[in-house]
């Protein structure tokens, strides 16, 4: 069954909108380059000319090669890059010009724990966070205590350093969820998580696109997507290569995986 | 500002917690602390009463105190907020607060306020062991202006922390300005000895270091019994430095930050 098919709760407007962005990594200035490294000496276009929208309710899997430019995606959306063109819009408000408003509407999950502290407790983090967020002392705790029961997280008094890989990544989307944003931004959340982990974690994606949140999920795997996901974005090269549903792809899942791994296999000159 | 002082609150919270979970480490500062003070001491009995002190109450012991104590809050001003982007760039926590709708300059004062509580740990101590060992006293006046003293000279080496952080944003190691602003510092701003002592060449280098303000302020008013007028033109080019590098500093932070996002260097380490 495609994700489609039992997640039908989307609205007219975009929670996330991204316009026609381009992001080219521009060397630093000539005189500062002796301090700076970065990996290539000239301009590396990484995105070309990127549209897509996600709506409330929505998960969209955004999907690719290594190197696509998933990751720079979440980056420009999550206001970590600026464009060289184009724009990101987030529940309204421009990233480049709005970025605080922006990023008080954004959960961001970056390449799996990125952003615990393993010393302080799981209470502790997402405390910590959701005082960041802008939050009460006694509602960050309120709110961190919710959050771990729905998660299943029961160690809350355990120290993050002696976390399972599992348990960090439902932390780090409890972490993500704590202010409860209107938009989740997950890059490749279960990359390092066992089969049963991971669709345990899928699960939860769907309970909080339920509860009327819209996800842009980020992974390599495609099964994962397939099954979790409500639409597909597929990049290769910095451009997008497919965008719709599954169903767009082929009738079953199975026969969808086949084509998405084709799609993505395929030289851009040869693209459909 | 009720949210700013809640993040401030947040950041404090999580570096006291971590710095409190490094038990060892802590005794080792507290023990470094109380040899830094033994030294000195044993130093000042040795050295008694230099004729170049003489306009201060106590002997060399005291003079050092006071200079271990200012220089104890600029140090950990300045290396402060460098060694925070460094560690946040090391365990992949910098993008993630970066992501979060704090402001940059909340998260660099948030950043400092362990560090202060530590400085001021260290200075409880220094006045408590000058008491017990030479029986240490000052005006009480006169530690509200020192106070005032202080944070201005913490201001300049905030300034120099933050140009540090700029440099390390870009350049992901190596912290360029502390070290050298500190060894600097104690060399020519008199921290441990008169600057009397120094070349006359070289003591015309004081007058450009703000520490030197900061230390000749503080021991006028700790250790000579000086009030306000007698500090008022530490005061006033302390303010001017603060006036000049905080600006310049956060201007510079802002501009390498926004330099990151265009190279995509931010998250990297």
């Known amino acids: ?272 | 500002m009720t949210q700013a002082l809640t993040r401030i609150a947040a950041l404090t919270r999580r570096d006291l917690i971590i710095e409190l979970s490094y038990h060892f480490q802590l005794m080792l500062r507290f023990s470094t602390v109380l040899l830094a003070v033994l030294m000195f001491f044993f130093l000042g009995r040795l050295m008694g009463r230099p004729e170049e002190l003489s306009r201060y109450e106590g002997g060399y012991f005291e003079f050092a105190l006071v200079g271990l104590l200012v220089m104890g809050y600029s140090q950990a001003c300045v290396t402060a907020f460098g060694r925070s982007i460094q560690t946040a760039q090391a365990d992949g926590t910098f993008e993630i607060l970066l992501s979060t709708p704090t402001r940059l300059s909340t998260l660099m004062i948030g950043t400092l306020a362990v560090p202060m509580l530590f400085a001021t740990i260290d200075a409880v101590v220094y006045i408590a062991f000058g008491w017990a060992l030479v029986g240490f006293t000052a005006p009480l006046a006169g530690f509200a202006i020192a106070a005032m003293l202080l944070l201005l000279t913490v201001g300049t080496f905030a300034a120099i922390g933050i140009l540090s952080a700029t440099v390390i944003i870009l350049t992901k190691r190596g912290d360029p300005f502390s070290s050298l602003v500190l060894q600097l510092s104690n060399l020519l701003a008199g921290a441990v000895f008169p600057i009397a002592v120094l070349p006359e060449w070289l003591q015309n280098f004081s007058y450009v270091v703000p520490a030197f303000y900061g230390l000749r302020g503080t021991r006028e008013l700790l250790l000579a019994g000086g009030g306000v007028a007698d500090v008022a033109t530490d005061i006033l080019v302390l303010v001017g430095f603060n006036l000049v590098l905080l600006p310049a500093s956060l201007y510079a932070l802002n501009r390498a930050i926004r330099m990151a996002r265009i190279t995509g260097t931010l998250g990297n380490r």
């Open chain 1, 1 to 272: 069954m495609f994700m489609a098919d039992h997640n039908p709760r989307t609205s007219t407007t975009p929670i996330l909108a991204v316009y026609d962005v381009t992001k080219i990594y521009e060397p630093p200035p000539r005189w500062l380059r002796p301090l700076i490294r970065t990996a290539a000496s000239g301009p590396v276009p990484a995105l070309r000319g990127v549209s897509l929208s996600v709506h409330s309710g929505e998960i969209v899997g955004l999907v690719g090669p290594n190197g696509a430019g998933k990751t720079t995606l979440i980056k420009l959306i999550t206001t970590l890059l600026q464009p060289t063109a184009g724009q990101v819009s987030v529940d309204g408000y421009d990233a480049d010009r709005q970025p605080y408003h922006v990023r008080d509407r954004i959960g961001l999950v970056l390449e799996g724990d990125q952003g615990l502290y393993g010393r302080m407790t799981g209470l502790q983090n997402l405390e910590f966070y959701g005082r960041l967020a802008g939050m009460g002392r006694t509602t960050a705790r309120r709110r961190g205590t919710e959050v771990l029961a729905m998660l299943e997280l029961t160690a809350q008094d355990k120290l993050v350093f002696g976390y399972s890989a599992g348990m960090k990544m439902r932390l780090s989307i409890g972490r993500a969820i704590m202010p409860d944003p209107p938009l989740l931004v997950l890059d490749e959340p279960t990359r390092s998580l066992d089969p049963v982990a991971s669709r345990s974690t899928g699960r939860l994606f769907r309970e909080l696109a339920e509860t009327g949140r819209a996800i842009l999920l980020s992974s390599h795997r495609l099964d994962e997507v397939l099954d979790v996901c409500s639409r597909l974005i597929a990049i290769v090269d910095g451009v997008v290569r497919f965008s719709g549903t599954a169903r767009d792809l082929a009738r079953t899942p199975a026969d969808a995986a086949r084509a998405l791994s084709d799609l993505l296999e395929t030289e851009p000159s040869s693209a459909p």
